[in-house]
């Protein structure tokens, strides 16, 4: 039985490994726009209530280069709120509809994130949980 040579064996994996990189896909600077078109205004809702707030007509982002995915963080206030981003039929079922579920008394920052490739934004709201 033979035995490989060791640093045969090195060299062939390291230069198998040099010409996947080089053969591996591009990755270029990232190009395009994503702008705040109509930005949210804070809102209020009341306490087991819902609030609706369709992202996309009037759009609140706007990209150069193709679909928008949204995403959200309470960044306060937690306890008050229950948002989810929610499928729009107004905008063929896409998830372009943020709802936001009032629970208790109080306020609430969110972040809403866009992001399209490899670009993102994002905008900050407030909302107010009042009882009725």
Known sequence: MKHLNLPLLLAIATTGLLLIGCLGPEIGPCTGSLTIENPLPDNSVSVE????????????FVSSEGEITYSYS??????????AIVANPGDNNKFTNLMIIGLTKGKATTELKAVDGCLENSIRFNTTVIEE
Do not use: E
């Open 74 to 83: 309470v960044i306060t206030g937690g306890r008050y709120i229950n948002p």
């Open 49 to 60: 209530d819902t609030l609706f707030v369709d992202l996309a007509n009037p759009p609140v």
